[in-house]
Nanobody
Framework: QVQLLESGGGLVQAGGSLRLSCAAS????????MAWYRQAPGKQRESVAT???????IYADSVKGRFTMSRDNAKNTVYLQMNRLKPEDTAVYSC??????????WGQGTQVTVSS
C-alpha cells in the first residue's frame, strides 16, 4: 500500500480559502488516478475531484468554479485549492490513489471546517 501524506486542513470562515496537499510515492503517483473525497457528518463519502495521470480533472457539481485540483509531478503531489468556502463544505477530506485494479489507497483524512 502507498503512503499518502495529507496536509492543509483547518478552520476557516465562509468565503475563505484553503489548500490541501497530498504527497505520494513516485510509482503510485505516476500510474494511478488521484482523487479527493470528502465525508460530512451523517453523509456518505463523495468524490470532490479526480485527476488522471495525464492531468485531466473532473469535479463534483457542488464545487465547480470554486475548487481546483492540480498536480506537481516533480513533487509527486496533488493539491486541492478551495476558494469561496461554504459551511456545506465542512467535511473530512481524504486523498486517494485509485489503481486500475486492486485496493484503493487512502490518506488519513484532514478536517476542513467552514464557519458561517
Amino acid at each position: 500500500q502507498v503512503q499518502l501524506l495529507e496536509s492543509g486542513g483547518g478552520l476557516v470562515q465562509a468565503g475563505g480559502s484553503l489548500r490541501l496537499s497530498c504527497a505520494a510515492s513516485e510509482s503510485i503517483f505516476s500510474s494511478n488516478r488521484m482523487a479527493w473525497y470528502r465525508q460530512a457528518p451523517g453523509k456518505q463519502r463523495e468524490s470532490v475531484a479526480t485527476m488522471s495521470t495525464r492531468g485531466n480533472a473532473i469535479y463534483a457539481d457542488s464545487v465547480k468554479g470554486r475548487f481546483t485540483m492540480s498536480r506537481d509531478n516533480a513533487k509527486n503531489t496533488v493539491y486541492l485549492q478551495m476558494n469561496r468556502l461554504k459551511p456545506e463544505d465542512t467535511a473530512v477530506y481524504s486523498c486517494a490513489a485509485i489503481p486500475r485494479s486492486g485496493t484503493i489507497a487512502w490518506g488519513q483524512g484532514t478536517q476542513v471546517t467552514v464557519s458561517s
